[in-house]
Protein backbone atom coordinates (compact mmCIF):
# COMPACT_ATOMS: atom_id res chain seq x y z
CA UNK A 1 0.00 0.00 0.00
CA UNK A 2 3.16 2.40 -0.56
CA UNK A 3 0.98 4.66 -3.24
CA UNK A 4 4.75 5.04 -4.80
CA UNK A 5 7.26 3.11 -5.81
CA UNK A 6 10.66 3.21 -7.65
CA UNK A 7 12.72 0.62 -9.76
CA UNK A 8 14.99 -0.29 -9.61
CA UNK A 9 16.27 -0.22 -6.33
CA UNK A 10 19.93 -0.46 -6.93
CA UNK A 11 21.36 -0.26 -10.43
CA UNK A 12 25.38 -0.65 -11.78
CA UNK A 13 25.85 1.20 -14.98
CA UNK A 14 28.85 1.91 -17.62
CA UNK A 15 29.68 5.51 -18.44
CA UNK A 16 27.90 6.34 -21.55
CA UNK A 17 24.81 4.31 -21.65
CA UNK A 18 21.57 5.65 -21.25
CA UNK A 19 19.43 4.25 -17.91
CA UNK A 20 15.31 4.77 -17.14
CA UNK A 21 14.13 5.05 -13.59
CA UNK A 22 10.92 4.71 -13.23
CA UNK A 23 8.48 6.39 -10.66
CA UNK A 24 4.99 4.64 -10.23
CA UNK A 25 2.05 5.78 -8.01
CA UNK A 26 -1.44 4.61 -7.24
CA UNK A 27 -2.69 7.93 -5.91
CA UNK A 28 -3.54 9.49 -9.05
CA UNK A 29 -1.95 12.88 -7.87
CA UNK A 30 -1.02 15.60 -10.42
CA UNK A 31 1.99 16.45 -9.60
CA UNK A 32 5.47 14.07 -9.80
CA UNK A 33 8.87 15.07 -9.26
CA UNK A 34 11.91 13.51 -9.19
CA UNK A 35 15.34 14.55 -7.01
CA UNK A 36 18.62 13.95 -6.43
CA UNK A 37 20.50 13.65 -3.54
CA UNK A 38 23.90 14.14 -2.38
CA UNK A 39 25.82 14.06 0.58
CA UNK A 40 26.51 18.11 1.11
CA UNK A 41 23.79 18.85 -0.79
CA UNK A 42 20.43 17.63 -0.02
CA UNK A 43 17.69 17.03 -2.27
CA UNK A 44 17.75 18.76 -5.73
CA UNK A 45 14.98 18.90 -8.47
CA UNK A 46 15.69 17.56 -11.44
CA UNK A 47 12.39 17.08 -13.29
CA UNK A 48 8.64 17.82 -12.34
CA UNK A 49 5.51 17.11 -14.11
CA UNK A 50 2.45 18.74 -13.24
CA UNK A 51 0.23 16.80 -15.47
CA UNK A 52 0.72 13.94 -18.51
CA UNK A 53 2.79 15.04 -21.15
CA UNK A 54 3.29 18.29 -18.90
CA UNK A 55 6.68 18.46 -17.66
CA UNK A 56 9.18 21.05 -17.33
CA UNK A 57 13.17 21.38 -15.70
CA UNK A 58 14.41 21.87 -12.08
CA UNK A 59 17.53 23.47 -10.75
CA UNK A 60 19.36 20.32 -12.03
CA UNK A 61 17.78 18.85 -15.47
CA UNK A 62 21.32 18.70 -17.61
CA UNK A 63 22.22 15.25 -18.52
CA UNK A 64 18.23 14.14 -17.99
CA UNK A 65 15.16 13.63 -19.61
CA UNK A 66 11.70 12.77 -18.45
CA UNK A 67 8.42 11.50 -19.83
CA UNK A 68 4.82 11.39 -18.49
CA UNK A 69 2.45 9.75 -20.84
CA UNK A 70 0.26 8.32 -17.83
CA UNK A 71 -1.13 9.73 -14.79
CA UNK A 72 0.84 6.94 -12.67
CA UNK A 73 4.51 6.69 -14.21
CA UNK A 74 7.19 9.16 -14.83
CA UNK A 75 10.40 8.64 -16.44
CA UNK A 76 13.44 9.83 -15.46
CA UNK A 77 16.00 9.03 -18.73
CA UNK A 78 20.00 9.55 -18.25
CA UNK A 79 20.70 10.16 -21.86
CA UNK A 80 24.39 8.97 -21.30
CA UNK A 81 25.14 8.50 -18.24
CA UNK A 82 29.16 9.87 -16.56
CA UNK A 83 30.01 9.40 -13.28
CA UNK A 84 28.78 12.99 -11.37
CA UNK A 85 25.47 11.40 -11.82
CA UNK A 86 25.97 8.45 -9.19
CA UNK A 87 23.51 9.37 -7.14
CA UNK A 88 20.42 8.20 -4.64
CA UNK A 89 17.35 9.46 -6.65
CA UNK A 90 13.90 10.06 -5.07
CA UNK A 91 10.86 10.27 -6.82
CA UNK A 92 8.01 12.33 -5.06
CA UNK A 93 4.28 12.90 -5.64
CA UNK A 94 1.43 15.58 -4.13
CA UNK A 95 -1.89 15.88 -4.76
CA UNK A 96 -1.70 19.85 -4.42
CA UNK A 97 1.38 22.13 -4.06
CA UNK A 98 -0.32 24.78 -1.80
CA UNK A 99 -1.60 22.88 1.03
CA UNK A 100 -0.40 18.74 1.04
CA UNK A 101 2.96 17.25 1.53
CA UNK A 102 5.30 15.11 -0.77
CA UNK A 103 5.37 11.35 -0.42
CA UNK A 104 8.26 9.88 -1.53
CA UNK A 105 9.47 6.79 -3.45
CA UNK A 106 12.09 4.37 -1.39
CA UNK A 107 14.67 5.74 -3.81
CA UNK A 108 16.99 3.96 -6.64
CA UNK A 109 20.88 4.01 -5.74
CA UNK A 110 22.21 4.37 -9.06
CA UNK A 111 26.30 4.06 -9.53
CA UNK A 112 27.86 4.97 -12.41
CA UNK A 113 31.32 3.55 -13.15
CA UNK B 1 17.41 30.37 -3.46
CA UNK B 2 17.94 27.66 -1.48
CA UNK B 3 17.03 27.66 2.30
CA UNK B 4 19.54 27.80 4.73
CA UNK B 5 19.42 25.55 7.96
CA UNK B 6 20.73 25.73 11.12
CA UNK B 7 22.20 24.05 12.80
CA UNK B 8 24.00 21.54 10.38
CA UNK B 9 24.26 18.91 13.57
CA UNK B 10 23.07 18.67 16.77
CA UNK B 11 23.01 16.17 19.43
CA UNK B 12 20.98 15.19 22.32
CA UNK B 13 20.42 13.51 24.86
CA UNK B 14 16.89 12.13 25.68
CA UNK B 15 14.67 14.36 26.99
CA UNK B 16 16.46 17.60 25.73
CA UNK B 17 14.45 20.09 23.38
CA UNK B 18 16.11 21.11 20.06
CA UNK B 19 15.37 23.89 17.83
CA UNK B 20 16.36 24.08 14.26
CA UNK B 21 16.09 26.98 12.02
CA UNK B 22 15.60 27.52 8.06
CA UNK B 23 15.96 31.09 6.72
CA UNK B 24 15.18 32.12 3.07
CA UNK B 25 16.58 35.43 1.69
CA UNK B 26 13.12 35.27 -0.52
CA UNK B 27 10.02 35.64 0.04
CA UNK B 28 8.11 32.53 1.49
CA UNK B 29 5.24 30.82 0.10
CA UNK B 30 5.03 27.88 2.13
CA UNK B 31 7.81 26.09 4.32
CA UNK B 32 7.36 21.95 4.88
CA UNK B 33 9.52 19.93 6.83
CA UNK B 34 10.67 16.37 6.47
CA UNK B 35 12.61 13.97 8.52
CA UNK B 36 14.45 10.90 6.83
CA UNK B 37 16.28 8.20 8.84
CA UNK B 38 19.22 6.59 6.76
CA UNK B 39 18.75 4.53 4.41
CA UNK B 40 15.18 5.54 4.25
CA UNK B 41 13.26 8.18 2.40
CA UNK B 42 12.28 11.39 3.41
CA UNK B 43 8.79 11.43 5.33
CA UNK B 44 6.38 14.94 5.41
CA UNK B 45 6.05 16.18 8.99
CA UNK B 46 4.04 19.31 8.06
CA UNK B 47 3.61 22.18 6.17
CA UNK B 48 3.28 26.15 7.34
CA UNK B 49 1.66 28.24 4.73
CA UNK B 50 2.53 31.90 4.97
CA UNK B 51 0.65 33.71 7.81
CA UNK B 52 2.82 33.19 10.81
CA UNK B 53 0.81 30.05 11.84
CA UNK B 54 2.37 27.31 14.09
CA UNK B 55 1.66 23.83 13.70
CA UNK B 56 2.17 20.66 16.06
CA UNK B 57 2.58 17.33 15.32
CA UNK B 58 3.08 14.79 18.60
CA UNK B 59 5.68 16.75 20.38
CA UNK B 60 7.39 18.61 17.18
CA UNK B 61 5.82 21.84 15.92
CA UNK B 62 6.77 24.59 13.93
CA UNK B 63 6.49 27.82 13.41
CA UNK B 64 6.59 30.56 10.22
CA UNK B 65 8.23 34.23 10.57
CA UNK B 66 6.90 35.65 7.30
CA UNK B 67 8.65 38.91 7.96
CA UNK B 68 11.85 36.97 8.82
CA UNK B 69 11.26 34.60 5.87
CA UNK B 70 12.43 32.08 8.23
CA UNK B 71 10.68 28.69 9.98
CA UNK B 72 11.53 27.18 13.11
CA UNK B 73 11.07 23.37 13.80
CA UNK B 74 10.61 22.42 17.88
CA UNK B 75 11.22 19.25 19.19
CA UNK B 76 10.08 18.80 22.45
CA UNK B 77 11.27 16.15 24.96
CA UNK B 78 13.38 14.25 22.17
CA UNK B 79 12.97 10.34 21.63
CA UNK B 80 15.52 8.15 20.31
CA UNK B 81 13.11 8.11 17.48
CA UNK B 82 13.19 11.53 16.74
CA UNK B 83 17.23 10.72 15.55
CA UNK B 84 17.43 11.49 11.73
CA UNK B 85 18.26 13.97 9.38
CA UNK B 86 15.74 16.99 9.03
CA UNK B 87 14.95 19.27 5.85
CA UNK B 88 13.20 22.29 5.36
CA UNK B 89 11.86 22.66 1.78
CA UNK B 90 10.91 25.94 1.05
CA UNK B 91 7.87 27.34 -1.85
CA UNK B 92 7.72 30.55 -3.51
CA UNK B 93 5.15 30.45 -5.30
CA UNK B 94 2.78 29.82 -8.24
CA UNK B 95 3.68 27.85 -11.62
CA UNK B 96 7.37 26.75 -11.21
CA UNK B 97 8.15 28.50 -7.96
CA UNK B 98 5.55 26.46 -6.84
CA UNK B 99 8.44 23.37 -6.21
CA UNK B 100 10.17 22.93 -3.44
CA UNK B 101 13.55 23.65 -2.94
CA UNK B 102 15.14 22.44 0.01
CA UNK B 103 17.48 23.00 2.19
CA UNK B 104 21.04 20.56 3.41
CA UNK B 105 19.67 19.26 6.24
CA UNK B 106 20.09 19.50 10.09
CA UNK B 107 21.70 16.18 11.71
CA UNK B 108 19.68 15.51 14.43
CA UNK B 109 21.13 12.35 16.94
CA UNK B 110 19.24 11.66 20.29
CA UNK B 111 21.13 9.80 22.70
CA UNK B 112 19.82 7.53 25.65
Known amino acids: DAGITQSPRHKVTETGTPVTLRCHQT?????MYWYRQDPGHGLRLIHY???????DKGEVSDGYSVSRSKTEDFLLTLESATSSQTSVYFC????????????FGSGTRLTVV | QQPVQSPQAVILREGEDAVINCSSS?????VHWYRQKHGEAPVFLMI?????EQKGHEKISASFNEKKQQSSLYLTASQLSYSGTYFC?????????????FGKGTKLSVKP
Open chain 1, 92 to 103: AISRDRANYGYT
Open chain 1, 27 to 31: ENHRY
Open chain 1, 49 to 55: SYGVKDT
Open chain 2, 26 to 30: KALYS
Open chain 2, 48 to 52: LLKGG
Open chain 2, 89 to 101: GTEYGGGSQGNLI
